[in-house]
Antibody, heavy 120, light 111 residues
Framework: EVQLVESGGGLVQPGGSLRLSCVAS????????LTWVRQAPGRGLEYVST???????YNADSVKGRFTISRDNSKNTLYLQMNSLRAEDTALYYC??????????????WGQGTSVTVSS | EIVMTQSPLSLSVTPGEPASISCRSS???????????LDWYLQKPGQPPQLLIY???TRASGVPDRFSGSGSGTDFILKISRVEAEDAGIYYC????????FGQGTKVEIK
């Protein structure tokens, strides 16, 4: 069974940093493209960042220069380092895996999400 | 950035009746490899999204055959042939041709 479990969310002040983690199991992690998608309270889904199996990285314009996606294949773990956080980054952050690439399509497994609140 | 526009934004449907949701992209989602990079997702209340349809018209594993996706180029439709109570939630289209973008979502309520 495919599982994705996010952690690392919390309350942080504007300008602060957080690192989210997503531990994966049940599939070939090292060859899979993985992604972060967020959902602000009461809002729709917003794409954040993707890392492919061969480490190509893509980011939404809204997080470029502030967020960094990475992976540790030895730990089956995906990360999102978030710096210079803003109030508008407040959201539930989901990690998900793509079914296939290239282009990468079909986010066929999702975690339950981890909540990030940016507030003073 | 490819902009995705869904309509309607909300829908109230009687169980057993059909429903359809439209999704339009600001540019064609047809790749040179012949595939069309359009996914559909359903987010049920309190749950993460789940993949319903990929590559425009292929149902994901375990998705009931009452769900179907169609369309080409910039115009796409998700149809539910006979709505059931468990189909309530918010439906999103997402393009995967370039850096991914979602539609605004369509909230489906069951009467």
């Amino acid at each position: 069974e495919v599982q994705l479990v996010e952690s690392g969310g919390g309350l942080v002040q504007p300008g602060g940093s957080l690192r989210l983690s997503c531990v994966a199991s049940g599939f070939r992690f090292s060859s899979s493209a993985l992604t972060w998608v967020r959902q602000a309270p009461g809002r729709g889904l917003e794409y954040v960042s993707t890392i492919s199996g061969d480490n190509y990285i893509y980011n939404a314009d809204s997080v470029k220069g502030r967020f960094t996606i990475s992976r540790d294949n030895s730990k089956n773990t995906l990360y999102l380092q978030m710096n210079s956080l803003r109030a508008e980054d407040t959201a539930l952050y989901y990690c998900a895996k793509f079914d296939s690439c290239y282009p990468c399509w079909g986010m066929d497994a999702w975690g339950q999400g981890t909540s990030v609140t940016v507030s003073s | 950035e490819i902009v995705m526009t869904q309509s309607p934004l909300s829908l109230s449907v009687t169980p057993g009746e059909p429903a359809s949701i439209s999704c339009r992209s600001s540019q064609s989602l047809l790749h040179s490899n012949g595939n069309t990079y359009l996914d559909w997702y359903l987010q049920k209340p309190g749950q993460p999204p789940q993949l319903l349809i990929y590559l425009g018209s292929t149902r994901a594993s375990g998705v009931p055959d009452r769900f179907s996706g169609s369309g080409s180029g910039t115009d796409f439709i998700l149809k539910i042939s006979r709505v059931e109570a468990e189909d309530a939630g918010i439906y999103y289209c997402m393009q995967a041709l370039q850096v991914w973008t979602f539609g605004q979502g369509t909230k489906v309520e069951i009467k």
